[in-house]
């Protein structure tokens, strides 16, 4: 029986936790798909090369215990948590909500982890000195019940950072009370700030890429301000985007107003749109990472050409299964032969 096909027969949250154990088990899942290295998908990305541009968002090993095993699918990156300083069993259940008419999902989890101290000790288990198949970026947000939350950011670059090859500050999850207004003026300057002095001083991290991740529910204004500061705080790239507070009319699942942020494929226009636009306001200076409602290659190229270097998935793996890693790549190197690029390089932001 098909692996995808027999999880969901679980509660959502059940089946998740069902795949970190089933990965655990196999240092190379039965499932996984064999990938060859294709030379046109190379590129160097702030500094890491990568073997290709696709990525495991965060969310899906939060622990970051399976990071090695999910490599082993294909993805030329993956993305550990999100880790928050102290352990947190997040919000109440039911929060993780299928919309399978919709291929979206639904999430309230509220940055359920481990906490730190484990996440690094996971993290140490990998030695990025010896691993050969793949970038292991680390994403990092703030306790609910944080009196300091630019502490908690700190602690987490100087704790997490230097096991990474990158790390992500995500200030844009819709399920952390006050999370959200870190990306706004004022905010955001004092955050990048602080993130550059405590990178500065920390030897280990001289050479870690810092990423922003940001909300697609952000206006033009808003988007301004974050690129500007970006690029003058030295900010390495962003992600974009994070799940959305918005419901599109075209849902039709029954817990389309669930609580939550909504991610999968109801979300790929917009957060399509938001890219373009921040790598317009931007000026084609600092790499992007599309993320938001990938389905197959095609899409993943729609990414690239709209200003992403790099690409993550998250939502198509739980509908598709971990065939969908080998057919997106299959189907993005066909994509740049027809369009006669030698490089995946040559692509990035064409449509903008």
Excluded: W
């Excluded at 030897?203 to 890429?209: D, F, H, R, V």
């Excluded at 109801?266 to 890219?275: A, K, N, R, V």
């Amino acid at each position: 029986m098909n692996i995808t096909f027999f999880l969901k027969f679980f509660s959502p949250e059940f089946a998740h936790s069902l795949s970190i154990k089933l990965l655990k088990i196999k240092p190379k899942p039965i499932f996984k798909k064999d990938i060859k290295n294709i030379e046109m998908l190379h590129q160097r990305v702030f500094g890491l090369d990568f073997k290709n541009p696709l990525g495991l968002a965060a969310g899906f090993d939060k622990n970051a215990e399976v990071l090695k095993q999910l490599l082993d699918l294909g993805f030329g990156f993956v993305e550990g948590g999100t880790a928050t300083p102290k352990p947190q069993k997040g919000n109440s259940k039911p929060r993780l909500f299928r919309l399978n008419e919709d291929e979206g999902i639904i999430n309230h989890l509220g940055f359920n982890n481990y906490g730190f101290e484990i996440i690094r000790k996971n993290l140490n288990n990998i030695n990025l000195n010896i691993l050969r198949n793949g970038i292991v970026g680390i994403n990092i947000g703030k306790n609910q019940s944080t009196n300091n939350p630019y502490e908690d950011y700190l602690k987490g670059l100087d704790f997490l950072g230097p096991l990474a090859h990158y790390v992500v500050i995500n200030i844009s999850s819709p399920n952390t009370p006050g999370l959200r207004d870190l990306q706004y003026r004022g905010h955001i300057e004092k955050l990048a700030k602080l993130l550059k002095e405590k990178k500065n001083d920390n030897e280990k991290l001289i050479s870690t890429p810092i990423l922003l991740k940001i909300s697609p529910d952000l206006n033009d204004d808003e988007l301004r301000d974050i690129a500007l500061c970006s690029l003058a705080m030295g900010i390495d790239g962003l992600i974009i985007s994070n799940s959305t507070l918005n419901r599109p009319k075209s849902l039709k699942s029954k817990y389309k107003d669930e609580i939550g942020g909504l991610s999968g494929k109801p979300i790929f226009i917009d957060s399509t749109i938001l890219l373009k636009k921040m790598y317009s306001l931007t000026n084609a200076q600092l790499p992007l990472i599309g993320v938001g409602g990938i389905t197959n290659g095609m899409e993943c190229y729609e990414k690239i050409k709209s200003g992403a270097s790099l690409a993550q998935i998250y939502t198509s793996l739980i509908y598709q299964g971990p065939i969908v890693v080998d057919n997106i790549i299959k189907q993005l190197i066909s994509c740049l032969i027809t369009d006669g690029y030698k490089n995946i390089n040559e692509a990035v932001g064409k449509e903008v």
